[in-house]
């Protein structure tokens, strides 16, 4: 008899009433005989916690006193899972849709390399079908990282970095590694981790045959997005930038921000304001 290695998938939750149950939904729809599910919530106000818990009794459902950002809200499920022997954990966005199959096929292709520690679908928008991650680079000179958008032939495939949008993760990762850093609330937190998993000496695939759908409700917050994009942009590169480049990084930086005085100045960029006060939070935050 084949055994079916434990998987627990782990969806944090924040005010997403309008997305949740097409998540829920599709996630059990899921033909995978050794799975469980787990919905973090990160203080929701707006009744999208009550709603799933109504809906969905068929699950574990968590709620946190405040909301703890991704990673620390995220790392609450990921304890839980490994306390209850969790042979991988599949971290899911609350504003995704999965097809059935899809995680047969990630765990398909792990079992064909045991190098292979994290796995990602390749992920679809959800209202036009393009592809919005299937492979991602991290660009050190200009402090970037960048979704691949191609789609490819192989049945797998090595990236830099797996988005936090869905990622399989093997349990040995976390025993290794420990879990996201909590150093980061919003953003950047999957490419750190990445950077982390590989530095241990696992690779990190993409898996073309495993779809799943992503509405990215996060545009409509663009003022927020862009604040936690800087700052979380920098820590990253703080971090996890290699020694040679560090010179480079600094002298790169004071550019942006003689740009973004510039964009001040002029009043010819609506966000920078928003990006101004993501350079002085920083600064506090390396204090």
């Given at each position: 008899m084949k055994s079916f290695p434990k998987v627990f998938i782990v969806i944090l939750n924040y005010n997403g009433r309008d997305v949740i149950r097409k998540c829920l939904a599709s996630v059990f729809k899921i033909d995978y005989p050794s799975l469980e599910v787990v919905m973090v919530d990160n203080n929701s106000n707006d009744g999208s916690f009550e709603l799933a818990r109504s809906c969905f009794s068929k699950m574990t459902f968590i709620k946190n006193e405040e909301n703890l950002g991704f990673s620390a809200g995220n790392n609450v499920g990921i304890r839980y899972a490994l306390d209850r022997a969790a042979d991988w954990v599949l971290l899911l966005n609350n504003d995704t849709e999965v097809d059935k199959d899809f995680l047969d096929k990630l765990l398909g292709a792990a079992e064909k390399d045991e190098a292979v520690g994290m796995l990602s679908p390749v992920i679809f928008e959800k209202e036009n079908g393009k592809i919005w991650f299937s492979g991602g680079k991290i660009k050190w000179l200009s402090m970037k990282a960048e979704h691949m958008r191609q789609a490819k032939t192989e049945d797998f495939f090595?990236?830099?970095?797996?988005?936090?949008?869905?990622?399989?993760?093997?349990?040995?990762?976390?025993?290794?590694?420990?879990?996201?850093?909590?150093?980061?609330?919003?953003?950047?937190?999957?490419?750190?981790?990445?950077?982390?998993?590989?530095?241990?000496?696992?690779?990190?695939?993409?898996?073309?045959?495993?779809?799943?759908?992503?509405?990215?409700k996060s545009e409509k917050l663009k003022k927020n997005k862009v604040y936690w994009l800087v700052i979380s942009g920098l820590i990253f590169f703080k971090k996890n930038a290699p020694r040679h480049l560090k010179g480079w990084l600094c002298f790169y930086v004071k550019l942006r921000k003689m740009k973004n005085w510039i964009d001040l100045a002029r009043g010819r960029n609506e966000l920078a304001e928003t990006v101004s006060k993501a350079y002085r939070d920083f600064e506090k935050y390396i204090r």
């Open positions: 090595e990236t830099d970095f797996v988005s936090g949008c869905a990622m399989l993760v093997k349990r040995e990762i976390f025993q290794r590694v420990g879990l996201l850093d909590e150093d980061f609330f919003l953003y950047w937190e999957d490419a750190d981790f990445s950077v982390r998993v590989k530095k241990a000496g696992f690779k990190l695939a993409v898996v073309s045959g495993a779809w799943i759908y992503h509405w990215e």
